[in-house]
Nanobody
Framework: QVPLVETGGGLVQAGGSLRLSCTAP????????MGWFRQSPGNNREYVGG????????DYVDSVKGRATISRDNAKNTMYLQIDSLKPEDTAIYYC????????????????????WGQGTQVTVSS
C-alpha cells in the first residue's frame, strides 16, 4: 500500500530541538494508532514512543521521556515527534509506523503490531 513518509530530519547541535512529521499520502490516518521508532548504526531498531488515534494517550521510552512530545493533527493528516535538548545519542534514522487497529498501552512498543512503515529520515546530533 501507500507508504508513510517522514520529513524534518537533519543536522542539529546538541541541546537544540527538532520536529519530525509523518503523513500518509493518499490516505487518512485519523483512525490509526501511530508510533515512532529509530535505528542507529550497529543497533536494532528501537521504540521511541506512540500515540493513539484520538491523541489522548501517549507513551515514550525512558531515554527520551521529558524531552520528546508526540502529537497529531488529524485535520492535517499528520503526526509529529518533537525532541528538545537533543543529545548525540539521539542520532539515528527515525521511522514512523501506523497500526490500523488500536493497541493496548503495553503493546505500543511491539513492532510487529504496526501495519505500515515509512522510509525513515536521518537525524544527526553533533556534540
Amino acid at each position: 500500500q501507500v507508504p508513510l513518509v517522514e520529513t524534518g530530519g537533519g543536522l542539529v547541535q546538541a541541546g537544540g530541538s527538532l520536529r519530525l512529521s509523518c503523513t500518509a499520502p493518499g490516505r487518512h490516518i485519523s483512525t490509526y494508532h501511530m508510533g515512532w521508532f529509530r535505528q542507529s548504526p550497529g543497533n536494532n531498531r528501537e521504540y521511541v514512543g506512540g500515540i493513539n488515534w484520538s491523541g489522548d494517550s501517549t507513551d515514550y521510552v525512558d531515554s527520551v521521556k521529558g524531552r520528546a512530545t508526540i502529537s497529531r493533527d488529524n485535520a492535517k493528516n499528520t503526526m509529529y515527534l518533537q525532541i528538545d535538548s537533543l543529545k548525540p545519542e539521539d542520532t539515528a534514522i527515525y521511522y514512523c509506523a501506523a497500526s490500523i487497529h488500536p493497541l493496548e498501552l503495553r503493546n505500543y512498543d511491539r513492532q510487529h503490531e504496526y501495519d505500515y512503515w515509512g522510509q525513515g529520515t536521518q537525524v544527526t546530533v553533533s556534540s
